[in-house]
């Protein structure tokens, strides 16, 4: 498997929700979008047109199980699905739940915030974070 040294997602220290051989998923600590998961592909590639069909499409099979996971445990109003690469060139895809009160809505996440979610909103959120993991878990397992 091709790893680049200095690569932050070939070095993942970030706890794992699900290690498959291909790709892992991790839920992102972000304190303001409780939720927010990653789909990582392991090899370091640096576009989806980089893998093979049977790699791309087991690939895009894995960002809708998660989808499905945080629209399931979360309940959110709509979910963003990205795959951007611009800041780390390793192939991987956001999957980030969305609310009418989060703090960039309607905008995308990485822009200047519109306004702050109240705490609470936000602790009960991440209360459902361990629901999330086993849910995501559970979709990997079958």
């Given amino acids: 498997m091709t790893k680049l040294a200095g690569c932050e997602l070939c070095e993942l220290a970030a706890p794992e929700v699900w290690q ?11 304190a303001n979008y409780p939720g927010f998961c990653r789909v990582i592909w ?28 945080v629209r399931e445990v979360m309940q959110p109003l709509k979910v963003n699905v990205a795959s951007l690469g611009n800041v780390v060139p390793h192939l991987h895809w956001h999957i980030i739940p969305r609310y009418a009160d989060d703090a960039h809505f309607p905008a995308p996440v990485w822009t200047q915030a ?12 991440r209360a459902l974070l361990p629901g999330l993991a086993a849910a995501i878990e559970k979709r990997f397992k079958q």
């Fill in 20 to 30: 498959g051989e291909k790709f892992s998923v991790i839920i992102v600590d972000d």
């Fill in 42 to 69: 392991r090899e370091h590639v640096r576009e989806m047109s980089e893998l093979s069909r049977e790699d791309r499409l087991q690939l895009n099979e894995a960002v809708y199980q998660v989808e499905l996971a």
């Fill in 114 to 125: 519109a306004r702050q979610t109240d705490e609470a909103i936000l602790a009960a959120r």
